[in-house]
């Protein structure tokens, strides 16, 4: 049986406009851009266009999560991240 590991994110800091800097627990670090999500504002992540809202964000067990409302998919945040 293969040993699979769900990806998370260990550690995230924030860069400035609306880019993080998240480590995941595979050792890689990448910067995520989240200016097209917010710049699309559907539902929710209308909130993420406000900068003191943004940078205001905490990791749950496995992501980074706005306050218990807004929270992506490590997967999906590992896509889009560009390595630093």
């Not at 800091?13 to 917010?38: H, L, M, P, W």
């Not at 504002?41 to 909130?47: A, F, S, V, Y």
């Not at 964000?57 to 992501?63: E, G, I, K, R, V």
Request: glycine fraction near 6%; aromatic fraction near 14%.
């Amino acid at each position: 049986m293969e040993n699979t590991k769900i990806l998370s994110i260990e550690e995230a800091e924030y860069v400035d406009a609306y880019k993080i800097k998240a480590r995941f627990n595979t050792g890689e670090s990448k910067i995520i851009d989240f200016s097209s999500i917010v710049n699309k504002g559907i539902g929710i992540c209308h909130k993420l266009a406000d900068l003191n809202y943004f940078r205001n964000f905490s990791l749950d067990p496995f992501t980074i999560d706005w306050n218990n409302e807004i929270g992506f998919a490590p997967e999906y945040l590992y896509e889009i991240g560009q390595p630093v």
